[in-house]
């Protein structure tokens, strides 16, 4: 059953630390892209990757950093310069970049305690 | 790059009546317009999309239009349904770009 998967769905972190939310797709797609979603503000890209081993920053890239080292992979951290990390992380991806439609994954609801 | 604005931000309708929601776009280049639907908790879903050289495509009770000289698209959702209820983006981009430009999306309230 192809697909793309998010893990882990609520992810709780204290100040001062980093966290990595995972993202994983089956659907053999190019390019992946990491947005997150605060209440009002839609949907603000991080990063996004073409390729294996490439990756742009997005409209709102301070504060957090990705890897895609595997075409299947697409990791993205989010680090202590982040001063509002609260929020809903989406990973997304596509059959490749530029104007094909995403599938987007169920998401990660990242709280800062 | 490109800008995608969309309106109205929230709308309320009777079960049974049409929804029209519309965006504008700056980039004469943009060439794939899609629209996604996102149920509270849940992950946006594409449910129609239409591309420059297509001025209209329907798919059951949504459609939606292209007007390339105006620079805009629109949402139609007809007989609306509570389970419509949800946040609805539309988004563009030339494929130049590498990605979707989305707008900030239209919370649409469907009153049984």
């Known amino acids: 059953d192809g697909g793309i998967t998010q893990s882990p769905k609520y992810l709780f972190r204290k100040e001062g630390q980093n966290v990595t939310l995972s993202c994983e797709q089956n659907l053999n797609h190019d390019a992946m892209y990491w947005y997150r979603q605060d209440p009002g503000q839609g949907l603000r890209l991080i990063y996004y990757s073409q390729i294996v081993n490439d990756f742009q920053k997005g409209d709102i890239a301070e504060g957090y950093s990705v890897s895609r080292e595997k075409k299947e992979s697409f990791p993205l951290t989010v680090t202590s310069a982040q001063k509002n990390p609260t929020a809903f992380y989406l990973c997304?991806?596509?059959?490749?970049?530029?104007?094909?439609?995403?599938?987007f994954g169920s998401g990660t609801r990242l709280t800062v305690v | 790059g490109e800008n995608v604005e969309q309106h109205p931000s929230t709308l309320s309708v009777q079960e049974g009546d049409s929804a029209v929601i519309k965006c504008t776009y700056s980039d004469s280049a943009s060439n794939y317009f899609p629209w996604y639907k996102q149920e509270l908790g849940k992950r946006p879903q594409l449910i129609i999309d239409i591309r420059s050289n297509v001025g209209e495509k329907k798919d059951q009770r949504i459609a939606v239009t292209l007007n390339k000289t105006a620079k805009h698209f629109s949402l139609h959702i007809t007989e609306t349904q509570p389970e419509d209820s949800a946040v609805y983006f539309c988004a563009a981009t030339p494929r130049t770009l590498g990605r979707l430009y989305f707008g900030r999306g239209t919370q649409l309230t469907v009153w049984p």
């Open positions: 997304a991806s596509s059959i490749e970049a530029g104007d094909y439609g995403y599938t």
